[in-house]
């Protein structure tokens, strides 16, 4: 059974860093695609950012490149949030895709993950 778990979110003052990690257990492999989403109140969950199952291709949304840096080691994600801010405030999502059939592209990361966390709050403080 594919389990995912998040870690490392909380509150923090605008400014301030954090780093998130997810795990993924319960596969005999760890070529897949990953991702990190988040859904603040009232809006759609967004893709942040998002790993190809080579590792080769990285996917970083508009609205974070430059502060936010996704990198894993085999079953591990990371999410490195540098300078967060207020808008950043969300339930964060860790996905893993061992069916492969979610596309991950230097400009695109797909939603269709089958196995998601349960999620880590981050709130950011003005």
């Known amino acids: 059974q594919v389990q995912v778990v998040e870690s490392g979110g909380g509150l923090v003052q605008a400014g301030e860093s954090l780093r998130l990690s997810c795990i993924v257990s319960?596969?005999?492999?760890?070529?897949?695609?990953m991702g990190w989403f988040r859904q603040a109140p009232g809006k759609e969950r967004e893709a942040v950012a998002c790993?190809?199952?080579?590792?080769?291709h990285t996917y970083v949304a508009g609205s974070v490149k430059g502060r936010f840096t996704i990198s894993r080691d085999k079953n591990t994600l990371y999410l490195q949030m540098n300078s967060l801010n207020p808008e950043d405030t969300a339930m964060y999502y860790c996905?893993?895709?061992?069916?492969?059939?979610?596309?991950?592209?230097?400009?695109?990361?797909?939603?269709?993950?089958?196995?998601w966390g349960q999620g880590t709050q981050v709130t950011v403080s003005s």
């Open positions: 319960g596969l005999s492999f760890d070529k897949y695609a």
């Open positions: 996905a893993a895709d061992p069916e492969n059939q979610v596309v991950v592209s230097d400009g695109y990361c797909g939603s269709e993950f089958n196995h």
């Open positions: 790993s190809s199952w080579s590792g080769g």
